[in-house]
């Protein structure tokens, strides 16, 4: 629990892009209402997950947040915050890769959000 709320602190905190030694963050835009961030994430890390060898579970904290912790051989970690920011729905994410690299996953996961427009 303590991972996600780091996490979710370091994505609403930043907001748009930004990126320290082994950390990527993406603001991924507004979307309809909060049930549909959630649902989009989940839809991510199931679609990231047939290319990577990691088992999807139901990772959700509450009805604001989906993780996946491990997605990748080198354990990398990510999440998406879904918030209400000026009385709008919003998405952001945050990776953690411990191989230093993770503007790339950020990128392909961010894409993937947006393609699952509503």
Not at 15 to 29: K, N, S, T
Not at 33 to 45: T, Y
Not at 47 to 75: K, P
């Amino acid at each position: 629990m303590h991972r996600i709320v780091c996490m979710a602190t370091l994505v609403a905190g930043l907001g748009g892009q930004a990126a320290a030694e082994g950390w990527a963050v993406a603001d991924l835009g507004p979307t309809p209402d909060m049930e549909q961030c959630m649902v989009n994430a989940k839809r991510v890390f199931a679609r990231f997950s047939l290319f990577n060898t990691f088992e999807v579970g139901d990772r959700t904290d509450d009805e604001w947040i989906v993780y996946q912790w491990d997605m990748n051989e080198a354990g990398d970690d990510a999440i998406i915050v879904c918030l209400e920011t000026d009385g709008a729905p919003h998405a952001f994410l945050s990776i953690f890769s411990n191989d230093r690299a993770p503007a790339e996953i950020r990128d392909r996961l961010s894409e993937d959000f947006k393609t699952y427009r509503y």
